[in-house]
Structure formats: C-alpha cells, structure tokens
C-alpha cells in the first residue's frame, strides 16, 4: 500500500545525461555529432586532414507566402462529395475530390541545407589514439588524437546565448597548428569571399523542386577566424592559418527571414562573440545548456565494464544483435532531450521540422520536403518536451500555431465557408494552410487542430491560467468554431461528422472494391474533434467566457459517433468497416485516442484498448510491414498506454537497434512513402524519449501513476525530475521490479490521486511541498 515517507527516505541519486563517443572520425552524414542552439545547427565530422561542420538554419527557406494556393471551385464541391460518400458512391466522390479539393502550391518551398565549414589541416602521418565525442551534460563535441608526436584537441559547441557556433583548436606543440578556413558552396547560390580575418558566404534559398526557383531567404554565413601565434593569410576565398598555438573559428548565420539584415545579423553575433571572448562565450553556453538537462536524470543500471568501454556505434549494434543494454536505453532518452534542447529553444524562429534542425539535404531533394508534416511527425517532435521537463522548448511551436490559426482562417472560409480556421496536413515557414498537393495524403482537415492539442497539454503541465487565456484558448476556440461549422449530420443515424477528408495517410476498399481515401466521419477526425471540443469547453469554463459556445459544445459532444470495433476485431479507421486497402500502412492516426488522447484506456474502455491492440498486432503482421522511426516510437508509447511494458521495450529496442544509425539519429527507412534511401527524421528520437517517459510515470489531470509499465528488463533504477500534469515533479526509484520510493514536488496547490498497480492514495499538496512516498 502506498503510504507517505519521511523526507530522508528517498534517497537522491543524480545520474549525468552520458556521452556518445566513437573511436575514428565520421565517414558519413549518419556518423556525424549534431549540436545547436535552436536556430542554427552544425554537424560535426571530426576528421584528422580535414573538419567538416555541415551547417543549418532553421529559417533558410526557399518559397514564399502565397495567396493562391486553394482551388477555386472546392467550396462549391465540398457538399456534393458530401452527398456522394453518403449515397455510398465512393468512386465518383474519390475522382472530384482528387480534381477540386486538392492544394496548388506555386511556391511551398523547404528549409535548405546550408554551405559547410571545413578545416583543412596539413598532410601528415596517421592519427593515432583518437577520440570523438558528445557530452550531452555540457553540449560539447571533443575530437583528440595524436599526430606526428603532437596532441591535437577540438571543441565545437553551439551557443543559445550568442547565437552562433564556436570551434577551439589547441596542440601541446607551440607552432604546430595550421589549416585553410573556407566554406563550401553546396546547392545554395551564392557566392564566397575572405577578408583578413573572415570568410564570407552570401546567397540566396532558391531551389526549383519544391519552389519556383526565385523564391528563398537571403542569408550570409561569417567564418571569423582568431588565432594564438603565427601567421593569416588569404587564400582566394579561404583563409590559411600557419603556424599557431591555438586557434578560434567562430560561425554566424543571418537570414531575412523575420525581415532582418542578413549581414547585419551575422557580424552582430560575431562582434558580441568576439567582445566576450572564448571563455565567457563557452561557460555561458555550459550554464545555459545544463540549466535544461540537469533537470531529468535516468539509471536504469550501469553496464558491466567491458560493455562500457565500447563506443557508441559498437553498442548500438551489440543491441541490435539482440543483448541488452539499459545504460544504452538510458543514453538514448537523453539524447532525444538533448535533440529537443538543441533544436529548439524559447527564442528560435521556427520549431522543429521534420529533420529537426539537422538538413541532411536528402529530405529537400524528395519528393515531400523538409517542412512542417501535421498528421503526426510535428506532434511527435515534441511529445517529450513536457513530460521531461522541457517546457519552454516548446515555445516556437505555440508561435507556429498563432500564425496557422491567423493564415487558417481565410482558408476556412474560402474553402469551407465556415468561421474559425483550419490547417491541413503540411505547412510551410510561409503560413500554408491550404490542403497537400496529392491525394491519399492531402485532405488531412484535423491536422491544425492535432498540433492545437499541444496547447493544452502546456496549460495541463504548468497551470498557468495567462497563457491558456492570451495564447491558447484563443488558437483552441478558433479550432473549435471550425469543426463545429464544418462537421455535418450522417443521415443514417443523424450522427454529426467531418469530411470529405482523409485519415492520414491510409486508403480503404469501397465496397464496389475500389480504393479510396475520402471519407466521412474518419476516426482520427472524431479523436480530434471530441479533444479540441472537450478542451475548449473546459478552457471556457475556467476563463469565464463563452457561455454559448459552451452550450453548442456539449451538444455537438453527445453527437459524435462512438468509436466501433470491426469484423477482425480491430479499432475501425473509418466510420464504416471498411478493409484497409494497404493492411501494412505506417499510419494508425485512429490510435491517437490511445495516446497522446485517453479517449481509449485499458481501465476504463478494456474493449477498445484490446481492439487498438488487434489494430497494431494486425499491422505488424501484414506482409510489408512499413516499420519506420516514428511507427516504432508510436508503437512503444501506445503499448506504454497499454500497461504493457514488454511489449512497450521491445518497440523502444527496434526503434533504437533497426530504426536509429551509429550516431543514434532515426531514419525514415529507404523505400517508405517514396524515400530512395534511408533519409534523417527527428521525430523517432523525440518519440523514443517521450515513450520512456510514459513507461516510468503517467498522468492525466487527475490521477498520477507510477510505473505504469515498467518492464522486466528493467529491475533496479530511479529517475528524477520527470513532470506530472498539474505542476509537479516526480522522482521515482524501485528494485527489483517493485517501487522503493518516489517523490513529489508541487509548485502549485494541487490535489491528486496516485496509483501504484491497484493502490490509490490521494493527497492534497500545498504550493512548494515536497511529498516522498513508499509502499507499507
């Protein structure tokens, strides 16, 4: 039974974030380090003859806003095809949505990857005794080896503080250091120049695949170079360094995104940089980053000795060789918190896109770009972000969605004649809102209002009443006055649904046999609908407002179809049991009312949670099986929402063993919705996270449990500072697979349930208390 604890009960073990190291530099995109500072991001290589830092920018886009992008006859078919997926003629209403519905982008656009900074060291004999490394704790990669009798030592880091990256080279030879400083040009235009002490890169993010090739940011990218001793020189456009002790590189981009001077942007980093100097720049950049991660460490165990001393990549595929290795798992949660702290922060521009910060150029080059995908990657980009305490790195999300909901709202009436406003299944840096270019995927109507959930579960982890009045309740209630004007009545039972619209991605058979993706009354929509209601309507409550829009609120709630379970007793994706015309798919947007909903649960709907179960198990089964990063990651926080730990575990070891590469970045796998090859996608690294999160502690407003599905693999181990809806922080320890102890900080009043396996204990927590807990 759970019982309270003195204070000295608990006792507080700390465990530093780890480190990913490796023994050779990186041949490969994939061997890379990534670090950031929630704008600008750098790939680092740590090459002995030459450093490639392979740059990006969260703002270097092509395209450019666009008032054309709806079609002009799709208000005046909506209700047609209406009528035709009610008379049950599917085909017909398949053909005139695919040839009035769909979006007409002229000038989308996609983030770009940027030049590269390279290093290019004199030729010399090999390099011996290397090392690469990140160190999640400070954000710092570290590349030492010795050369010709001389240690060489390399840090590269990227600063939030001042905006730009910082690489330090030493040798404990006086005289020995050297290199060329240049940048080159990738697939921006552009052009390169070096004064005395910088190399300069200006250009513009044209490209002609995804944009009308006149359409991009202009940007300027300064390589200042600052030396300790010997001579500089200009090379043509690089710089030749001979002769130092030590040496400083410091990197800064501008772009005129938010309508900035490029140039000026850039030299103002670089002259703040170089004004503090080195050391000031590097502490305040250590200070910074540790604020953040310190605040969630995780042990579950430490690894046998001879395990330990293996590098990273080494380790990586001993798991994938199926032997277990905790302390790996517990590195791979870090790393995706360190991800997230990198790649986006309180003051960066745009969030996390679908290669997060990191452009590898492989997604900008296919067929889909490096945007912004609303039918699950974004969502899932930042479903660690508060359970693990990372609140504020959420921020540019809520920016992104204010500019949706701003752009949405013409798109709402154009398309729909309805008030509030809408986003489909992609956006842009630009403001898009209109529906995708193609069918099967583009006629996502519930995409803006998925991400809007992300506004709430804000507002549920911090409590603070003013951002759900000035920010959220205002992007929610416009998502709401949307769907309430845009769902009609389905004539058989007078049920009130959505469409035409598609549940992401998949497509059914008709029951003439034919393959379709329109729908009406698709289950991901009736997950979305019932949440931005719900939410909407408690929001309003809280506030004091809106009594009528409450009034139609709840019922339109009690309208809304039930979710059903089909003939192979499987969640139903779509109103009717249709057969899934590609029983493999990747997407399961159905099972959002498992997670990140709770409009499914195994205590309290048991049927539905077995049905969603079938769902999966049928998936995996199915010949061709699209098992992709964020499938996997889905799949481990699903069955964590299931209190099936096992099975959460396995899923958790695929994604990080078949889904993840040798700098455990998840992949979207070659040969899956068009990739040619393996391509970088963030959101299996953020998911993965979040799903560790889930396994060690839910809540839910009202209740908080602990251990909900901790596996067997896991025996003995703590975490501290996980977040608990309502304003808390929990830390947890157990052994030998039962709880030892936790402890619960609150930093508001607040009245709570917790659960332990079958045992309740409600407990009223005072503002700044600390409660520590045990079983008696």
Known sequence: MLKPLSGQDFRDVRVQPGMLWYDRPATRWFEALPIGNGRLGGMVRGGTDRERIQLSESTAWSGGPSATDLSPTARQQVPHIRELLFAGDHTEAQRLATEHLLGGPRSFGTNLPLPEVQLNFPEGPPARDYRRALDLDTGLVSVTYEQ?????????????????????????????????????????????????????????????????????????????????????????????????????????????????????????????????GYSAVRAAHVTDHQALMRRVSLDLGAAPPDIAALPTDARRERLASGKADNELIALYFQYGRYLTVAGSRHNSPLPLALQGLWNDGLASSAPWTNDFHLDMNTQQNYWAAEPTNLAECQEPLFGLLENLATHGRSTAEQMYGAPGWVAHTVTNAWGYTAPGSGIGWGMNVTGGAWLALQLWEHFEYGRDETFLRERAYPVLRGAAEFLLAYAVEEPEHGLLVTGPSESPENWYLAPDGSRCSVSMGATADRVFMEAVLRICAESAELLGVDADLRTRISAARRRLPPFRIGRHGQLQEWLHDYEEAEPSHRHTSHLSALFPERQITPRDTPDLARAAEVTIERRQQAPGWEQTEWVEANFTVYFARLLNGESALEHLTSLIADASEANLMTFSAGGVAGAAQNIYSFDGNAGGTAGVAEMLLQSDGRDIELLPALPDGWPDGSVRGLRARGGLTVDIRWHDGRLAAARIR???????????????????????????????
């Open 148 to 276: 010709d009798g001389v240690r060489v030592s390399r840090e590269v880091f990227a600063t939030n503080p001042h905006g730009l990256i910082a690489i330090r080279l030493t040798s404990d030879r006086p005289g020995s250091l050297g290199f060329d400083l240049s940048i080159q040009i990738g697939v921006l235009p552009g052009d390169t120049t070096a004064t005395d002490s910088c190399v300069v890169f200006s250009g513009h993010a044209y490209e002609s695949l995804h944009s009308d090739g006149r359409q991009g940011v202009a940007l300027e990218i300064r390589a200042h170079l600052e030396a300790e001793g010997g001579t500089v020189h200009r090379v043509g456009d690089a710089l030749r360094l001979e002769g130092a002790d030590r040496a400083i590189v410091y990197v800064a981009v501008g772009t005129d995104w938010a309508g900035q001077d490029p140039r000026a942007q850039a030299q103002s980093l670089l002259s703040a940089a170089l004004e503090a």
């Open 746 to 776: 609150a930093s508001r009043a607040a009245t709570v349930r917790l659960r332990y396996g079958a045992d309740l204990l409600e407990v009223r927590l005072v503002d700044g208390e600390t409660l520590a807990l045990g079983l008696g």
